[in-house]
């Protein structure tokens, strides 16, 4: 059954009965937990239910990889008798590029856990672990198991599937995901965080792209990338707000566009329950925070099997990028590309003047917005989508009545072929004999496509506007054409974006490190050019000194190249590093309680100046702000730091929403409430006159003064010969 399915409990339910009486579809659950859960006995009464395990990895792998993955192998293999009747599927590691998923506790080590090195070690045992597995149990259905996303393991695809990071996680993986995961992966989709819901994670096209649906990106990846077409288990999904009124909606939203989707073979939400009461795990529990479990449930049962329509990375639509005659490249609501391109195509005046007929015109629509979405996933070039030449295109034709008519009533249709969009292309005259226009006559000359000149796989349109005039419907014209390749038709309407959230596809260059050192030893104290984003720096209130003031650099684009970190500097008050420095910090919600305040391990500035800046911490997005100031020393704060800020008309390619980064730095200071001068020195002012002079002096007082300075002289000029003559002589002797 092709159902939203569930993590069960983590530990013994409170009542299963009403856990399982909805027939989820799937089900998901650690493999010490299988007995409590009846996880069994719901697999053979519902034998069409998927099956996920989860085992618990080792988090000390990395003291000895080899040995490791040897013994997590048998521990799972030691399983198989009980696993074999239900015939799961399997996966071992969780999560494993986050810190403390490898038993480190200090959140300042996280970038540690997201660097080629780590991925390139992680495959390795990743490899050893599966092989040991498959060489005892092949049958054993192995998944690939999840990252957390937004670690650089996907390398954020673009809309194209390129990595914007210029490399991915998965790259040291690829190669064995095929054979010894069958092309399945898992993944963890969430649309909130420890602030609660984000309904745009979830229901705009843009944002849930990143996180409800980043499979679908990482899927593309896959497939532009690899040249692979995976599919995906999502074992686990939520809110982080199950107490939402219309949590019921959002999960049922969530679960018809996924499993409307071929490639996702399994999904099951998080978390029916967890009897451990696990801080990271009771805003996604069901019985703890539903705030009508019992209607929930009854709502979930009453939801109809879901319908597979295959919308393969369709809700990925950003726009069409075009390349023009003159080589330019445009960027184009979806919607307004096809209003451009059919009136260039057909003749859409009114038909009593040689306009097409209304059923030519809708079937002209459905093959070129399929042949568009084709092309979205298929792309002609890194840098467009398609060419000038692809299809007619004309700008200024945009809003002829009659051909925004036919788009609107073929909303969001289009053509499949085995479940994957068609490529419907098309041509003015077919030259089929069946053709009621062409009758057999070819107009074009013999191709290895059209032998004889005729285009037997391509929609004709003259021929089209024959049928429509005969009382073709649109689906009858298309049919007429393309029946003999057994197309199917989409039922829900493809998702696109207003043109207001298109952004552009960056490319950033690998191993460009902004020049840290120079504008550390540059910047003035207490200097903010991020107060435009939110950033705001909050002196130190008291008058003890020497006293750290804090400065804070946004990064240009060319600075950052799409990373999204805090980068620290300490200097003394000579400008040098300070070696060693601490820097605490925190990440902050407006309503922030006490109780909740965290309290990370601070970040050490201990890096080498080959490595870049001494101190960095990674940001996330789903930190709403993050605030930093010294460990063991009086300083200011810098407050307000995050990556939630799309990028602005004016900046250079390199920032974007959840890529951006700030440059902070401490300076030691003896007088913090002294202003610092400016670095151009102000004009010299004309002399004052003093308002008071000194009375002149007569000449009989200014000649004893001249005699009393010659006396002076002589007597000075005495002692030294004294000196010379009597005293050193007499302390040598002694």
Request: net charge negative.
């Amino acid at each position: 059954m092709r159902r939203i399915g569930l993590w069960v409990a983590n530990g013994t339910p409170s009542n299963a009965d009403q856990m399982l009486s909805w027939r989820p579809g799937s089900l998901t659950c650690f493999y010490d937990y299988l007995q409590p859960n009846r996880v069994i006995q719901y697999k053979q009464d519902n034998p069409t239910t998927d099956v996920i395990i989860r085992f618990q990895h080792p988090k000390n792998w990395r003291e000895n990889p080899t040995i490791s993955a040897k013994n997590y192998a048998a521990e799972i293999v030691s399983k198989w008798p009980v696993l074999r009747d239900i015939d799961p599927y399997v996966y071992f590691g969780n999560e494993m590029n986050l810190h403390y998923e490898n038993g480190d506790e200090n959140i300042g080590n996280q970038y540690m856990y997201e660097t080629p090195e780590f991925y390139a070690l992680h495959a390795s045992w990743v490899k050893m672990v599966a092989e040991n597995i498959k060489n005892v149990i092949p049958d054993m259905r192995l998944v690939f198991p999840p990252f957390a996303f937004g670690h650089h393991e996907d390398g954020a695809p673009d809309d194209s599937g390129n990595p914007k990071d210029g490399w991915a996680g998965y790259d040291y993986y690829e190669e064995f995901i095929p054979t010894l995961f069958d092309n399945i992966m898992t993944f963890h989709a969430y649309w909130g965080n420890a602030t609660g819901s984000n309904r745009d994670w979830l229901y705009d096209p843009e944002l849930s792209s990143w996180y409800a649906f980043r499979w679908q990106r990482v899927e593309k990846l896959f497939k532009v990338r690899y040249g692979q077409d995976i599919k995906h288990i999502i074992d686990e999904a939520g809110n982080f707000s199950v107490s939402d009124r219309d949590f019921t909606e959002q999960v049922m939203y969530f679960g018809k566009k996924c499993l409307a989707c071929s490639s996702v073979i399994a999904l099951t939400m998080f978390l029916w329950e967890d009897p451990t009461y696990s801080a990271g795990n009771m805003m996604n529990s069901w019985v703890a925070g539903c705030y009508n479990l019992s209607e929930h449930v009854q709502q979930l049962k009453e939801m109809p099997d879901i319908t597979i329509t295959s919308e393969p990375n369709v809700s990925v639509n950003r726009g069409v990028k075009i390349q023009l005659e003159d080589g330019s490249v445009e960027l184009l609501n979806f919607e307004d590309y096809l209003r451009g391109v059919i009136p260039a195509e057909m003749p859409v005046r009114a038909v009593e003047y040689g306009g097409y007929a209304d059923a030519a015109l809708e079937a002209q629509v459905v093959a070129a917005r399929s042949y568009t979405m084709y092309r979205l996933e298929h792309p002609r070039d890194a840098q467009y989508d398609l060419k000038y030449t692809d299809q007619a295109f004309n700008k200024a034709a945009i809003g002829s009545v009659r051909a925004d008519a036919a788009i609107a009533a073929t909303n969001g249709i289009y053509l499949l072929k085995d479940g994957e969009v068609f490529e419907a292309e098309y041509i003015k005259r077919c030259g089929r004999d069946e053709c009621p226009y062409c009758l057999g006559t070819a107009f074009y000359i013999s191709t290895t496509h059209a032998p004889d000149g005729k285009w037997v796989n391509r929609f004709c349109q003259d021929g089209a506007n024959e049928l429509a005039k005969e009382g073709y419907t649109y689906r009858e014209i298309l049919d007429f054409y393309y029946g003999h390749l057994d197309l199917t038709y989409s039922t829900d309407p493809a998702e696109v974006l207003e043109p207001e959230t298109i952004k552009p596809i960056i490319q950033p260059e690998e191993g460009n490190m902004f020049d840290f050192k120079t504008i550390g030893e540059e910047i003035l104290p207490r200097y903010n050019d991020a107060e435009r984003f939110g950033v705001a720096i909050i002196p130190e209130p008291t008058t003890y000194t020497p006293v750290y003031t804090a400065s804070v650099h946004a990064l240009t684009g060319s600075e950052n190249n799409m990373n999204h970190h805090l980068y620290f500097m300490v200097l003394d008050k000579d400008n040098n590093q300070v070696p060693n420095a601490k820097i605490d910090w925190e990440w902050t919600w407006n309503d922030m309680t006490e109780e909740e305040r965290p309290h990370p391990n601070p970040i050490i500035c201990d890096k080498e100046e080959w490595e870049g800046p001494p101190g960095n911490l990674p940001l996330i997005k789903e930190w709403p702000q993050v605030n930093v100031w010294m460990h063991d020393a009086v300083s200011d704060r810098a407050e307000g730091m995050q990556i939630r800020w799309a990028k602005e008309e004016w900046e250079e390619p390199g920032v974007e929403w959840g890529h951006r980064s700030f440059y902070i730095v401490f300076k030691e200071t003896t007088d913090p409430t002294t202003p610092i001068p400016d670095p151009i020195p102000d004009p010299i002012p004309d002399p004052i006159p003093d308002p008071d002079p000194e009375p002149p002096v007569n000449d009989e007082v200014e000649a004893i003064l001249r005699q009393a300075v010659e006396i002076s002289n002589e007597l000075s000029a005495l002692l030294t010969e004294l000196d010379k003559s009597v005293i050193q002589p007499l302390e040598n002797l002694t």
